[in-house]
């Protein structure tokens, strides 16, 4: 199973974003999924999670109240949207899957599939 991303690009700080990250296999149904993001010399870091049943998300501290992350059931594809953009979220976003939930959305070791990654540059 690979997992798909779109929706990366340049925008200005304080614009809008969405991204949306689709498994090659359209029967794959995870049972969470999650968006991370790296910054050029920096870890790998939480950004978002949705639980694919309940749908209960979680967020990092640093985007709560900025940015939503999604779910299309029929479609079996997450989203993240991202408003009042900053500087500091420029990084490469990538999406990632739980086959079966671990128990812990926040470790980067949880999750099974990822994406290749797409950039999000935000200007200042």
């Known amino acids: 199973v690979q997992l798909v991303e779109s929706g990366g690009g340049l925008v200005q700080a304080g614009g809008s974003l969405r991204l949306s990250c689709a498994p090659s296999?359209?029967?794959?149904?995870?049972?969470?999924m999650g968006w991370f993001r790296q910054a050029p010399g920096k870890e790998r870091e939480f950004v978002a999670a949705?639980?694919?049943?309940?749908?209960?998300?979680y967020y990092a501290d640093s985007v709560k109240g900025r940015f939503t992350i999604s779910r299309d059931n029929a479609k079996n594809t997450v989203y993240l949207q991202m408003n009042s953009l900053k500087p500091e979220d420029t990084a490469l976003y990538y999406c990632?899957?739980?086959?079966?939930?671990?128990?812990?959305?926040?470790?980067?070791?949880?999750?099974?599939?990822w994406g290749q990654g797409t950039q999000v540059t935000v200007s200042s």
């Open positions: 990632a899957a739980q086959p079966y939930y671990s128990g812990s959305i926040y470790a980067t070791g949880n999750y099974h599939y």
């Open positions: 296999v359209r029967t794959f149904t995870p049972d969470a």
């Open positions: 949705v639980i694919w049943s309940g749908g209960n998300t």
